[in-house]
């Protein structure tokens, strides 16, 4: 064995190796160690197995060491309580090694090695015997100085082999001394007792010996540690003695001891209230103290000591006491197969100490299993079931339930609307003992997905959309695995940035079907509202706005709103342009005044149009265009150049033409036959009106005798001497002016009283003014009207009694 400052590791030789059938074999390390109380051991194994078996392949499936107790149970080291955190099974090339740390005193057993296969299984017997023991401290002598001190030469040593130069720790009446070598001199009394410990494994000295006699000062605890069922009783014990009478002694716990109000002093247990009723303090023999702690509870848990005075001295120990440690049994799963309706599981009540020749209760269903009383308890198990084991006795004191898996619940936090961003968490709840391990999952479709997480909660910090979905989980333990129900995770979002689309999405003709789309993601779904340069044209659920014949006054920008309960947003902006023939052209002249010949004419021509019309120019009776362009110039306007011109406006959608517009020129002998032509229709109208006076002054002398002429005769002549004068007038326009041009006269009549040839007609006309217009151009007179025609209108202003008007086409 070789002992390191960390523990002690044991390798002894190897002993022959244990054979077995059919090419079975094993060699031990060793068949016997010893290790000290607190050290670490390693117990090694080499083994051979046949490759094959009957032709067929032969593998290792398990390895394992275990230990049987004194009741002759086997027990698997890697599930057993008792060595739970303090062994390693450590295989590679067929060589095994136990590592067991921290021995303890019921550590001292065989140790066998066992191999497992898919064909046979095979145990390497005998195994190897482990003793653990407390360091010895020996007396090698003593020397008398004088009657009252004598001088003792102390040696520490243990039974198992111990390392090269080890430290060590001396007591003295339980006092801690100096001295770290095995050998240790001392002065004493007859009174004195001493103890060792190898350094760094204080909790485990050699038990206290008087140098001289056997009534020294000194307390021996009976047990280091005793482990006890909850519920039960458990009796600490001690040896004590003292060179002097004892006048008084007690049981305390250093724990109680430091939480009691009088730290200097430490608390007997018959008077501390917690142990009141439960303790109680037995002397059966002289020297010997028996702690007695009935109806154990956890909180029991603890180190117990035992003190004692005399006249003169007091035990003040730093030696350890009994621990004791109150356990409750728990029910372990060692196998199980689970399958669709059940379990099939083998169980084992047991606990941190399992004591010898005690029997077992099992209970099913809250139901006592009559014919279990072993520790293991074979059985179905279905989904609800309970099981619990007690000691037989002590059935008030049973072990924990455990369930057969039931199935799990999920739940969501919170439990209402969902946002996206929030914080949410699901729970995988599964009523289970021994504990559940959770899996979660997400299922997209019919396809599940790997597992997210193996905790019981799936915690989203910050939700995101992509995580709404379907969730279930998985709870499993030895007993089982069950599945949840699915749960629906819905995100809740505002509308995100809509997009918009206008169908056809090519070019938009007058007249066509559109339809405009406003498309958002949004949960719950968004109504949609549809604008047109801020005025509101349609809103809805549907995003979609249709015009079943869209025209021109449709162009424009538009942009849509998504809105839900959580926010609302805005669309980019969407330009609509309809495409349209031209309209019907507009033809403008420049100057709009006489066009003088020679001068400069330009004609414009519009038309809305889109795409922008191209413009072509027309000559009425003329094959060919003129021009193209919106805008025609003719630079030195001509007689030649007059006549009706119109534009055609065309794009690739259609075309429209303008109606034709007369243009003239006007020369300088136009003038002046305009000033002829004047003066002629001015002579002839004075001599009409001076024959027409005359002649209805002769009648009126001819009917003196008789009746008057009547008005109407009179104006029939009247009316008879201004057609002849007008048509005169007519012929000899015909003859000076020039075709297209039109001249306009207006004669008004007034009475005036003054006037000596009109004083003698009665109503009649006193004086004559003559206006006359120039001509306008032919294309403002009526269709029916002739080129060369003059217009007349003759005003008469009557007496007092009666007017009259007469106008002259």
């Known amino acids: 064995m070789i002992l390191t400052a960390s523990g002690f590791f044991v390798f002894l030789l190897c002993m022959p190796a244990v054979q077995g059938q059919n090419g079975w074999g094993a060699t031990y390390s ?149 001295g770290e070598t095995f050998s240790h001199s001392v002065y004493f009394h ?51 003695s003292s060179y002097e009478s004892i006048t008084d002694g007690f049981w305390f716990s250093p724990e109680r001891y430091h939480q009691g109000q009088n730290s200097s ?39 117990y000591l035992f003190k004692f005075k005399t006249p003169s001295f007091e035990w003040r120990s730093d030696l350890p006491g009994t621990t004791l440690t109150v356990t409750a049994l728990q029910v372990q799963v060692i196998t199980s197969t689970v399958h669709q309706a059940y379990t099939y599981a083998e169980l084992k009540c047991r606990s941190s100490c399992s004591p010898a020749g005690v029997s077992y209760v099992w209970f099913k269903n809250n139901k006592k299993i009559i014919k279990e009383e072993r520790p293991l308890y074979k059985d179905q198990f279905y989904p609800g079931d309970i099981i619990s084991c007690a000691l037989q006795g002590h059935e008030n004191y049973s072990s924990p339930l455990i369930y057969a898996l039931k199935f799990p619940v999920v739940s969501v936090s919170p439990s209402d609307e969902i946002m996206e961003g929030s914080s949410v968490t699901l729970t995988c ?20 997905l790997h597992p997210l997480a193996k905790e019981r909660q799936l915690v989203f910090s910050s939700i995101l959309v992509s995580d709404s979905g379907e969730y279930n989980c998985t709870a499993e333990n030895e007993l089982g695995k069950r599945t949840s129900d699915m749960i629906s995770v819905d995100v809740k979002y505002s509308p995100k940035p809509p997009s918009v689309s206008a169908s056809p999405s090519a070019e938009i003709e007058e007249g066509s079907s559109v339809t405009l789309t406003c498309s958002s993601d949004a949960n719950p779904a968004a109504d949609y509202t549809w604008y047109k340069e801020n005025q509101t044209l349609f809103q809805g659920a549907e995003g979609s706005y249709h ?61 809305d149009a889109n795409p922008a019309a191209n413009y072509t120019w027309y000559k009425e009776d003329e094959d060919s265009p003129k021009a193209s362009g919106q805008i025609f110039t003719i630079t030195d306007f001509r007689a030649e150049h007059s006549g009706s011109y ?25 003038s002046r036959a305009a000033g002829i032509t004047t003066a002629v229709v001015l002579a002839v109208i004075l001599l009409s009106i001076f024959l027409l006076i005359r002649k209805k002054k002769s009648a009126k002398r001819s009917s003196e005798p008789g009746e008057p002429h009547s008005k109407q005769d009179l104006n029939q002549q009247l009316f008879r001497s ?73 005003n008469k202003t009557r007496t007092q009694h009666e007017s009259a008007a007469h106008h002259f086409y």
């Open 429 to 448: 709840s599964s009523d289970a003992n021994p504990a559940a391990n959770y899996t979660w999952y997400k299922t997209d479709g019919n396809q599940k």
């Open 265 to 303: 002093q430490p608390e007997d247990l018959s008077e501390d209230s917690q142990y009141r009723g439960r303790v109680q303090i037995l002397e059966t023999e002289r020297g010997r103290s028996t702690l007695r702690i009935s109806d154990l509870r956890d909180s029991d848990s603890a180190q």
């Open 30 to 178: 060793s068949t016997q160690i010893c290790a000290v109380k607190g050290s670490t051991v390693e117990i090694s194994c080499s083994y051979k197995y046949p490759s094959t078996i009957n032709h067929q392949v032969n593998t290792v499936q398990k390895t394992f060491w275990f230990t049987q107790k004194k009741d002759g149970e086997l027990v698997d080291l890697t599930t057993a309580s008792e060595y739970s955190g303090r062994v390693e099974d450590l295989c590679e090339n067929n060589r095994c090694t136990l590592r067991i740390k921290n021995l303890t005193e019921s550590d001292s057993a065989e140790y066998r090695f066992r191999l497992k296969t898919n064909k046979d299984a095979y145990t390497a017997s005998p195994g190897v015997t482990l003793s653990v023991t407390d360091p010895d401290l020996l007396v090698i002598g003593k020397t008398i100085v004088h009657q009252s001190n004598s001088k003792a030469e102390l040696q520490c040593h243990s039974r198992c082999l111990l390392p090269h130069d080890p430290s060590y720790i001396w007591y003295k009446n339980g006092q801690n001394i100096r």
């Open 722 to 794: 201004q057609a002849y004068t007008l048509s005169y007038c007519r012929s000899k326009t015909e003859l000076q002016s020039p075709p297209e041009e039109l001249l306009y006269a207006s004669v008004q009549f007034s009475k005036n009283q003054s006037d000596p040839l009109s004083s003698n007609i009665e109503d009649s006309v006193v004086y004559a003014e003559v206006q006359f217009n120039s001509a306008a151009p032919r294309s403002q007179m009526s269709a029916t009207e002739d080129s060369t025609a003059l217009y007349s209108t003759i």
């Open 547 to 607: 015009v079943t014949s869209i025209s021109s006054e449709d162009s424009g920008i538009y942009y849509c709103k998504s809105r839900n309960q959580f926010g609302e947003i805005n669309s980019t902006s969407l330009f609509v342009d309809v495409l349209y023939a031209p309209k019907p052209p507009s033809v403008s002249v420049s100057p709009s005044a006489e066009i003088e010949e020679g001068s400069s004419v330009t004609l414009t021509c519009s038309s």
């Open 646 to 670: 119109s534009c055609g406006a065309k794009n690739k959608i259609g075309r429209q033409n303008s109606t034709f517009h007369q243009i003239v020129v006007t020369g300088a002998w136009t």
């Open 190 to 240: 007859s009174a004195d007792s001493f103890s060792c410990a190898l350094k760094g494994h204080e909790n485990f000295p050699s038990p206290s010996q008087c140098v001289d006699g056997q009534t020294c000062n000194r307390v021996i605890h009976t047990d280091r540690s005793i482990c006890a069922f909850k519920g039960s009783s458990v009796d600490i014990s001690c040896i004590y």
